[in-house]
């Protein structure tokens, strides 16, 4: 079973190799800091045990941490060519499956009468980082709308009520993601993330969501799109 993850995540990576290697940009500075702040991402994800000695606080601050980081990432991929963006997101999308098979194999290694404390604490962690993500977002959509009214307004008395700037445009077009995703786009995506795996890895995937949704419901809270 692992190698198949292993042979799908393969996959992935050699796509996107074969990418950069056919557009010959993999030394460019703009490159190297995409790939530098992946790197950082990836360890971030990887040195992500839940402490029981941490505090709130701190668990809050390091999913804020996570988010900035996300954001810079965002950024300078956006202005990088168009097929190192798909390279750099295939690459991404690698690192985030590599990683969720590692908390699904945890979850189903485990015999019955001890999953439920890892349940928790990966319910745990998943609840706090959309809390934190909700709370960003509607501190950026408020920010946007602020600056959006401010464009219009210095728009409209420049040029006589004419359309808003360009830039303003740009920035609020740029705050995409899964973060601001409706659920249909959030369910389209991770139906094309499944579609590239094999029926194996799509069995462990719901056999997952199958002892989530439970132990939610045991808790007593609503279920999640993952």
């Known amino acids: 079973m692992k190698s198949i993850w292993i042979f799908s995540l393969s996959g992935i990576a050699i796509a996107g190799g074969l990418i950069i290697w056919s557009m010959g940009s993999s030394e460019t500075p703009e490159w190297k800091e995409v790939q530098q702040l992946q790197k950082e991402i990836r360890t971030s994800m990887e040195s992500d045990p839940e402490q029981s000695s941490e505090s709130e606080a701190d668990k809050e601050s390091r ?28 690459q991404m999308g690698g690192m985030f499956v590599s990683r969720m098979e590692q908390r699904i194999d945890l979850v189903l290694s485990l015999p019955p009468e001890e999953r439920d404390e890892e349940l928790d604490k990966q319910i745990d962690e998943w609840d706090r980082r959309i809390a934190t993500w909700e709370k960003r977002k509607q501190e950026e959509n408020t920010k946007a709308r602020s600056e959006n009214s401010d464009s219009q307004a210095e728009s409209g008395s420049g040029n006589g009520g004419g359309k808003p700037a360009e830039s303003t445009k740009k920035k ?3 705050r995409r993601g899964w973060m601001n995703a409706s659920k249909e786009q959030r369910d389209t995506w991770r139906r094309d993330l499944l579609s590239r795996t094999t029926p194996e890895q799509r069995a462990k995937w ?21």
Do not use: I, V
């Open 172 to 174: 609020s077009s740029g």
């Open 63 to 90: 999913e804020n941490l996570r988010w900035e980081k996300m954001a810079e990432y965002r950024k300078k991929l956006n202005a990088l060519p168009e097929k190192l963006q798909k390279a750099a997101k295939e």
């Open 206 to 226: 719901h056999e997952y969501r199958r002892l989530m949704d439970e132990r939610r419901k045991e808790r007593g809270l609503s279920t999640r799109s993952f």
